[in-house]
């Protein structure tokens, strides 16, 4: 299918063919028949991707805080990598998309959604609602924008009779001033454009025409016979606070500021001082917005303690179309067939003509038919590598997969044959970028696929288990970024499965997890240190993890499993490794801060060895990310976010500092490619695995 996508190092923008995305529980299959180019939010995304890096960066100041915050941990180099990395993901342009349901009980059903300019989007349910017979498909699309200024409407809490401004008369400014009047209020629009104040005078509205010199505060207070407007709703785009300065005059004692687009934020306190003024910034479309609750798991509100989520405030706008109330027609100024794309935003970034709704059609002919795999080179383009050189499926397409796991893995003599991921967006840009032959949204293409005899696993926590399992019993080598699983039953179906397989079935396949800290250079050369005493040794392992919100996915035990599972792993890996002993006894103290993410792991050896992991997140993040500490026999050895190692008290070893960061994760699928292709045993052992996932899951399932 085609798909618009713009890249934000950039800022091109084109149409690019993707496959069709997955279709899951809880979410609509959609096909597109319109959608609407939200032309203020969208040329923002252009002009920013067509910026330089002094301008991107004054854009984001608080993007341009992280920067520094991860170069002091990281170093330079890494963070001009993952800086370089995010900007080269394509961004999806759209957010207002009508099409019919694809499959399942619903199939043929019109609806709206917050999908994409895409032949096909895969949405939420709770983002999606039925349009009405009497509205069509292009009306229907401007539902989204058309809520979003009910959800400003809404906040300002308008009564029959009361005047109210609107200063921005864009799409959104236009489809407010309607529901405004619909709700029985005298509105004034104000705007620059004398189009678009024709246009709102014709709405039923008045209007004043900035361009022509116009007062806006001494208007507003004709408007209201001097009184001053019952309330402001700022629908505009502008870095300059006026705006809101301006809405303060013009409202009466104790009037509503409603803030529904950008402006500049400088607020003078005397402005609403004295009389006493409100000012609220409107969210999106409504309740809902942003909780993955609803969005994402389908957890409708009480209707009786929520009336107005985003989507009934969707179906607000249908039904005000429907009834006449809402008239979107004239507000269409352009309407360009999908396979134009391109003009249609070279008409809105080169701004030669004026424009407002820019409507794009889809061609719904039997012959455009779905596909969920796309190829991304041409038969015979294969690298040419030795007979038995690994050919690698990968499942997964996030950030963390096009940093570092690809990366490392083209450095390798390896056969890139097939990416899937959910959306096909990521995956699809991912497979140009690092010369896969195929992109997929179908992960079963890998495991049925004869000549795939090596699947990596990237996905979310919660997704691990299943497609480890479905691997193996494809008869494929494995490596699934850490964790394993996420349950101790999990883990226990995995060791049968990959038991049968390589004792029963005498096949030789190989499990490997990302443990990639025991692959990293200080951490080989603190081994062959180590190896040489035969005493027992302390460790003390730091991990200044920092705070991460407590509705991020890796803290959601079912998705996530929580941050121990899905990162203390790591380091109970990593003192595995150093002491070449089995674990025999473990433990968990855990500071009571309602996450659970803040912990001292207490890990006792066979061999005498003891150690404590602190996983702490409510530290600063001026102090080392990671720091290990082991005492042995006299000596210490002292390693800095995996850039600087110490030892004090050894004859032949003082320091060795990397001029770059390196956590092992090139040496780790190094290693993994090289024992598959020249037949040699994993390069973790499976009973380490094992060992480790399970002391993990046993620590935090008590």
Not at 479 to 498: A, M, N, R, W, Y
């Amino acid at each position: 299918m085609k798909q618009i996508l713009q890249n934000l190092k950039t800022g091109q923008t084109e149409l690019t063919e993707v496959p069709v995305p997955k279709s899951k529980s809880g979410y609509m299959l959609i096909r597109t028949s319109a959608s609407l180019i939200s032309a203020g939010t969208e040329r923002m995304l252009i002009d920013f991707g067509k910026a330089g890096w002094i301008d991107k960066a004054r854009q984001q100041p608080e993007k341009v805080q992280q920067v520094l915050d991860k170069i002091r941990t990281d170093g330079l180099m890494p963070t001009l990598d993952a800086v370089q990395s995010k900007l080269d993901q394509p961004l999806p342009l759209g957010y207002c998309n009508v099409g019919k349901i694809d499959r399942g009980p619903q199939s043929g059903k019109r609806v709206i959604s917050n999908g994409p300019h895409a032949e096909y989007v895969c949405v939420p349910e709770n983002l999606c609602a039925e349009i009405p017979d009497s509205v069509s498909d292009e009306e229907a699309a401007f539902t989204v924008v058309g809520a979003i200024g009910l959800q400003g409407v809404r906040l300002a809490q308008p009564t029959l009779g009361e005047s109210f401004v609107v200063t921005g008369l864009g799409l959104i400014g236009l489809l407010t001033v309607q529901i405004l009047l619909a709700n029985g209020c005298r509105v004034l629009g104000i705007d620059f454009d004398s189009a678009k104040c024709d246009l709102a005078r014709q709405l039923g509205a008045d209007a004043v025409d900035l361009s022509k010199g116009e007062n806006p505060v001494d208007a507003a207070m004709a408007f209201s016979n001097d009184r001053g407007v019952d309330g402001v709703l700022i629908t505009a785009a502008t870095k300059s606070s006026d705006p809101v300065h301006q809405a303060a005059q013009m409202c009466r004692k104790r009037g509503r500021i409603v803030l529904v687009g950008v402006t500049g934020l400088e607020l003078n306190r005397s402005d609403f001082y004295e009389k006493e003024l409100s000012f609220q910034v409107s969210c999106s479309y409504g309740p809902g917005r942003y909780d993955p609750e609803y969005e994402e798991k389908g957890h409708d509100y009480p209707l009786g303690f929520v009336r107005w989520t985003e989507q009934r405030n969707f179906e607000a706008i249908l039904d005000l179309m429907a009834s006449g109330k809402l008239n979107v027609k004239p507000l269409i100024s352009h309407r360009f067939p999908l396979e134009s794309a391109e003009d249609a935003y070279n008409l809105i970034s080169e701004n030669k003509e004026p424009y407002l709704g820019i409507v794009l059609t889809y061609d719904e002919s039997e012959t455009n038919a779905a596909s969920a795999s796309v190829s991304l080179s041409a038969p015979g383009t294969a690298q040419k590598l030795k007979p038995e050189a690994p050919v690698v499926g990968v499942i997964g397409a996030g950030n963390f997969t096009g940093q570092v796991i690809l990366p490392a893995l083209q450095k390798t003599e390896v056969r890139l044959k097939i990416i899937a991921s959910g959306g096909g967006v990521s995956g699809t840009h991912l497979g140009k970028k690092f010369g896969f032959e195929e992109s997929t949204t179908d992960a079963e293409r890998i495991f049925s696929d004869p000549e795939i005899n090596t699947v990596f696993i990237t996905t979310r926590h919660n997704t691990h288990a299943q497609f480890v399992s479905d691997a193996l019993n494809s008869g494929k080598h494995v490596f699934v970024e850490k964790p394993l699983c996420l349950t101790i039953q999990e883990l226990d179906s995995l060791t049968g499965i990959f038991r049968t397989e390589t004792r029963y079935l005498k096949s030789d396949t190989r499990l490997m997890v990302g443990f990639n800290r025991r692959f990293a250079p200080h951490v080989i050369k603190m081994k062959a240190l180590l190896d040489i005493s035969r005493e027992p040794k302390s460790f003390i392992m730091t991990v200044n993890a920092g705070k991460i919100p407590r509705d991020h996915w890796t803290q959601d035990p079912k998705v996530g499993g929580d941050r121990i599972i899905g990162e203390a792993c790591h380091f109970i890996d990593l003192l595995r490794f150093l002491s070449g002993s089995r674990i025999k006894a473990s433990s968990l103290s855990e500071l009571k801060s309602g996450v659970g993410d803040t912990v001292s792991i207490q890990l006792a050896f066979e061999d005498g060895t003891i150690g404590t992991i602190h996983y702490f997140a409510n530290g600063n993040k001026a102090f080392p990310k990671e720091r290990l500490e082991v005492f042995t026999a006299q000596k210490i050895l002292q390693l800095d976010n995996f850039k600087t190692l110490k030892g004090y008290g050894w004859k032949n070893f003082k320091k060795m500092r990397l001029w770059r960061q390196d956590k092992g994760h090139e040496g780790e699928i190094k290693a993994f490619a090289e024992a598959i292709g020249n037949g040699c045993p994993s390069p973790i052992p499976f009973e380490e695995i094992e060992e480790v996932m399970r002391t993990t899951l046993e620590l935090t399932q008590e």
